[in-house]
Each structure stands twice: as structure tokens, then as C-alpha cells.
Nanobody, 130 residues
Framework: QVQLVESGGGLVQAGGSLRLSCAAS?????????????VGWFRQAPGKDLELVAA????????IYGSSVKGRFTISRDNDKNTANLQMTSLKVEDTAGYYCASSPVHPMMAHTPNHYDYWGQGTQVTVSS
């Protein structure tokens, strides 16, 4: 069973930066390892749906970003350490949300929605103050 644990959330002023990390352990039900899985970062603000922030392919050669974060956030991964990171810069108040990492067997170009993702972390809160 894959376990994902997020860290790095917190309170930051608008214009600031934060780096979220997602640590993975275990294998999927079919025995696949972390390096074979797309990792996505989603966020959910109060009263809103889950929104894809960014996703990265298993070997890190393909990434996608939500339009609201493109140019400000960068997703990366280190398969040797079984981690995936989300570097967030130029943070805005509207970036305030719970942030979740998730894994998927689907290529990120096709994994735009939460239902493509099998395993989820518990989330970490990011609050951006004005």
C-alpha cells in the first residue's frame, strides 16, 4: 500500500515562498513503485472543489501546471528519495488552501482530475496573508 505524507505547509505573507514535500513509501496494489507513478499536487480551498496544481511523470520528464500557478510554482521529484516537491513562489492570498499530493498510474497529460489518482496524502495547510 502506498503511503504519502505531505509537509512544509504554513503561514506566509503574500509574495513569499514555500516548499511542500511529499514523502512516499510502499508499493501500489499491483506492486508498482513510486518511480512508476505520476505525482500530482492538488489543493482545495473552503467551499471549492479540488483543483490540480501540478503533476509530474514517473521519471520526471513531463510536467503540467494549473493555469493559476503557471510560472510561479515548480514541481519536481527525487525518485532515489521517494519524494516529490512543490516549490511555490510569489504566493497570493488566493493560493490559501489545503494542499494534497496524490499518485496515479496515468501519464500527467491525461491525469487532470482527482479520479485519476489512486493514493492520497492527508494534506498540509498553506495560508497566505495579505
Amino acid at each position: 500500500q502506498v503511503q504519502l505524507v505531505e509537509s512544509g505547509g504554513g503561514l506566509v505573507q503574500a509574495g513569499g515562498s514555500l516548499r511542500l514535500s511529499c514523502a512516499a513509501s510502499g508499493r501500489t496494489a499491483s506492486g508498482r513503485t513510486f518511480s512508476s507513478q505520476t505525482v500530482g499536487w492538488f489543493r482545495q480551498a473552503p467551499g471549492k472543489d479540488l483543483e490540480l496544481v501540478a503533476a509530474i511523470s514517473g521519471i520526471g520528464d513531463s510536467t503540467i501546471y494549473g493555469s493559476s500557478v503557471k510560472g510561479r510554482f515548480t514541481i519536481s521529484r527525487d525518485n532515489d528519495k521517494n519524494t516529490a516537491n512543490l516549490q511555490m513562489t510569489s504566493l497570493k492570498v488566493e493560493d490559501t488552501a489545503g494542499y494534497y499530493c496524490a499518485s496515479s498510474p496515468v501519464h500527467p497529460m491525461m491525469a487532470h482530475t482527482p479520479n485519476h489518482y489512486d493514493y492520497w496524502g492527508q494534506g498540509t495547510q498553506v495560508t497566505v496573508s495579505s
